[in-house]
């Protein structure tokens, strides 16, 4: 004999409750993280345009300012706050910092992969040591120069045939620390690390200076 089984309506709003309370966590954690994933996206567009920047910076001012007094010469510094101000539509400053305050800048690297170390040194002119006053890779009548490719070790320890003309190209590193700020996922997943490469052609020389803070792949910090 089938029986009848009666619900109540008491009895469906609680179960209807206990489905809530089960499935709406689930729901928010999805629509979160969704809206994490589309501003990290967000944030890596706006970071390569960001270092393409930074990297065009570089590439027409020079690395060092070579009349600032010593231990000031560094351009990277401005570099990064480049970067951090185009950064601002997706990672807002804090509340009275300005781009380039240490705290701001600190979250932005900056690493040129190219040219390293070797290069600067096959390139540079005779008797000069690098890093060093006059360690530099000349960029003037490139058109001109001898493009005899030569053997170059990287810092991976691999070998590319380089000539002048390879020897002027840029390629800068930019890596940003970046926290979308959205509820517990921003803190469960804070400081997502975002990096890109930026390759240009150098249009000044490019140029190492002892003792000013170094930014380049193969180079040993500090020297």
């Known amino acids: 004999m089938n029986k009848k089984i009666l619900i109540t309506r008491s009895q469906a709003r609680g179960a209807a409750i206990v489905e809530t309370i089960i499935v709406f966590p689930v729901m928010l954690f999805i629509g979160m993280a969704i809206l994490h994933?589309?501003?990290?996206?967000?944030?890596?567009?706006?970071?390569?345009?960001?270092?393409?920047?930074?990297?065009?910076?570089?590439a027409t001012r020079g690395f060092y300012d070579p009349f600032a007094p010593p231990g000031l010469r560094s351009r990277f510094p401005a570099f990064q706050e480049e970067v951090r101000c185009r950064m601002v539509a997706s990672d807002p400053l804090d509340a009275g910092a300005a781009c380039g305050d240490a705290a701001e800048i600190a979250i932005v690297t900056l690493?040129?992969?190219?040219?390293?170390?070797?290069?600067?040194?096959?390139?540079?002119?005779?008797?000069?040591?690098?890093?060093?006053?006059?360690?530099?890779?000349?960029?003037?009548?490139?058109?001109?120069?001898?493009?005899?490719?030569?053997?170059?070790?990287?810092?991976?320890?691999?070998v590319e045939q380089l000539n002048i003309k390879d020897a002027n190209i840029l390629q800068l590193r930019v890596t940003y620390e970046y926290d979308s700020g959205v509820p517990f996922l921003g803190t469960l997943l804070s400081d997502i690390t975002l990096s890109v490469v930026s390759t240009v052609r150098m249009q000044t020389p490019a140029t190492v200076f002892p003792g000013e803070g170094l930014y380049f792949d193969g180079f040993i910090p500090g020297t």
């Open 111 to 158: 690493i040129v992969m190219r040219p390293y170390f070797n290069i600067f040194d096959r390139w540079k002119p005779a008797g000069a040591a690098c890093p060093g006053q006059n360690c530099f890779i000349p960029n003037d009548n490139l058109l001109h120069r001898d493009n005899t490719l030569f053997n170059v070790i990287t810092p991976n320890l691999d």
């Open 37 to 58: 994933l589309g501003l990290v996206y967000q944030a890596k567009s706006n970071l390569e345009y960001a270092g393409l920047m930074a990297a065009r910076m570089a």
